[in-house]
């Protein structure tokens, strides 16, 4: 048996034993907004429910391990002392990640990881119209556990009201746990579906995604492309070049047929099919291709 004294391994390493033996683990997904109400949206995956009576969650935004920085919903939490818990289903789940992409101060989260921004009844954050479930908070106390890379602050908060979308109720009235779907983060890009098991989902921390705003509106548009289709597609670096997308068509004989059928449901069809088997750069030149 391997035995460690944490005191004697890097932070990085740390984390990521921790983060791979205590799991799967429920994911906050947590909008908060600054002091001038603009608004952020950042998932984490040091999170439970504490208290029934009264209602407590508590969730834990970590100081950064590589430069010891803290993150956007720290500061908004500790200004405001709202928040917006959002629960993760496997709809979002893609979408949940890009939105964890670490893009400068003022982007907003929700319109690059293609959100719909809800007011809330309660507290200044919105909530995720998407979400299954969404518990708007007044943050109780933040507790912090350290000042060092990796150090987390406890923030403490007290459900003031509950939205739950009807779709994931059963008979009696309460959440059915087939119908909810939800996810759970693991370690590295690993996460675990409730009603499937494991599925993996490249965490955007060295890119950064173009978001779900900057695809064009004929894709974003289409029946054929869910919301975890559109996380995929806005978690590129850059949209492939016209050089890359002429060179992708000629050598690809089942593209051309697509292509020469002109039929816009038949090229929509196979991108999906590239988007499922997370080819995510052919989908994009396929859909960018012309006949």
């Known amino acids: 048996m391997l035995s460690i004294n944490p ?69 908004n939490a500790q200004n405001t002392k709202e ?12 979408q949940m990640s890009l939105s964890s992409t670490e893009y400068p101060d003022g982007v907003n989260e929700f319109e690059k990881a293609g959100f719909t921004m809800l007011a809330s009844d309660v507290v200044q954050p919105f909530r995720v119209a998407e979400s299954p479930v969404q518990f708007e908070c007044k943050i109780n106390e933040i507790i912090a556990l350290g000042d060092q890379g990796g150090a987390g602050n406890l923030i403490i908060c007290e459900v003031v009201k509950i939205h739950i979308r009807e779709e994931v109720l059963g008979e009696d009235g309460m959440i059915d746990q087939h119908k909810i779907d939800v996810v759970s983060r693991l370690g590295s890009n690993w996460y675990s579906r409730a009603n499937a098991g494991l599925f993996e989902v490249e965490k955007p921390l060295t890119t950064l995604g173009i978001g779900v705003d900057q695809i064009p509106a004929f894709i974003k548009e289409s029946n054929h492309f869910n919301g975890n289709d559109l996380g995929k597609l806005g978690n590129i670096e850059k949209i492939p070049t016209e050089e890359e997308i002429a060179i992708f068509v000629k050598e690809n004989f089942e593209v051309k047929a697509v292509l020469s059928a002109d039929d816009i449901d038949k090229k929509f069809e196979k991108a999906k099919e590239y988007l499922d088997q997370n080819k995510v750069l052919n989908a994009w030149k396929l859909l960018l291709a012309e006949k």
């Open 7 to 75: 005191k004697e391994l890097a932070p990085a390493k740390l984390q990521g034993y921790l983060q791979t033996a205590i799991a799967p683990r429920p994911i906050a997904f947590a909008s908060t907004v600054d002091e001038n109400g603009n608004p952020n949206l950042s998932p984490f995956s040091f999170f439970n429910v504490f208290s029934s009576n009264p209602p407590i969650l508590v969730f834990s935004p970590a100081r950064r391990v590589r430069d010891n920085t803290i993150k956007h919903t720290l500061i």
């Open 83 to 94: 928040v917006v818990i959002n629960v993760v289903n496997y709809d979002m789940a893609q």
